[in-house]
């Protein structure tokens, strides 16, 4: 104790002058357990009432200024939030019982048991991650020239295609430059003797950070307050409340024969009972080959299309091969016949439908 009386004698011109307003009786201080914490510190400190585990002990000083400080010493278990009281005030009494004027001020403790990071390891892993940064950017920036091609997104689906093409060249990059992310971030939270070693394993890891690209590593570097969060007008816009996402599937009479599809807005007949259309069971899965090339008869052949949730909407197909016009059900429409289906569809649903012709 005597130390810690030292150790504050030399810190007390920097701490500042405590206020004693009514509106600071409570004072809420995070503290680890196992340790001595300095909770407060004021003129004169009395009455301190504390139960239960850990210790509070009021050491004072004369020099330069007359100052009491409380502190707590928690035990290495202590978990659960704790409080205690004190009397506190900027001088005492005249007869020494007491503190004038004085302030009932309750202490809240809650404790933090996470294990304390040093600045250096802070400053390694800040260097490897900008480093992973940099590269995902040039990764990116360099596959922009393939994946913009028009040749690249005829032939390939390109965000089924692009995921493959981008771990591979982040796995050549991190085996040919020996970047081992996962493996050098290891090394910089638990040190041990020598350079720890990765592997195949790590560096696929490493890969797939890499080739999630630079937004996925930026998201690393905010979890780590490395980074602020992400201006809105730099994430991708995805859908809101207020939409809904739609594509169509031809399975025509024979291949080759090409189908035209139209999404129509309409207006309702007047007293009409429309449901709202959340969702299609049953639809087929999409196959691998279709998955990476696209399929010739999906509408769109990749993503899907977006609607407004607060419009109605007929979806018709024209067969411009055979003739003929079908409802997206695939029931065959006709001029005396049934009309087609109208359609409202649920907030942020994603509809695939499925539709047979003849």
Known sequence: MRQITAILALALPVIPAASFAQS??????????????????????????????????????????????VIFTATAEQRDEKTFTADVGPKESSDGKSCEPAVNRQYTLSFDASPAVSSKTLEISFQILVAAFVLALLLESAFALLFNWRVFEAFLNGRAARTPIMLLGAWLVVHKF??????????AYRPVDGAMTGGWFTQLLTAMILAGGSVGVNKIL????????????????????????????????KRGDKVRVDITEVTPPAGAELTTTVGVAGSQKPTLRGLLLGENYRVPRTGGMRVEVAKYYTITLHDLTNGGLYDVTGEALQKSGPE?????????????????IG
């Open 24 to 69: 600071e009786r409570e004072m809420r201080v995070v503290v680890k357990p196992g340790t001595s914490s300095l909770i407060d510190s004021a003129g004169c400190v009395k009455n301190v009432k504390v139960a239960g585990p850990g210790s509070v002990e009021t050491p004072s000083i004369t020099a330069p200024t007359a100052r009491t400080f």
């Open 178 to 187: 020996d970047f081992d992310l996962m493996a050098s971030l290891v090394q």
């Open 222 to 253: 905010v979890a780590l307050k490395f980074r602020s969060l992400i201006k809105d007008d730099d994430v991708p816009r995805k859908l809101d409340d207020t939409q809904a996402w739609v594509s169509v599937e031809v399975e025509p009479k």
């Open 340 to 356: 087609p289906t109208i359609f409202r569809f649920g907030s942020r649903a994603f509809l695939d439908f499925h539709v047979k």
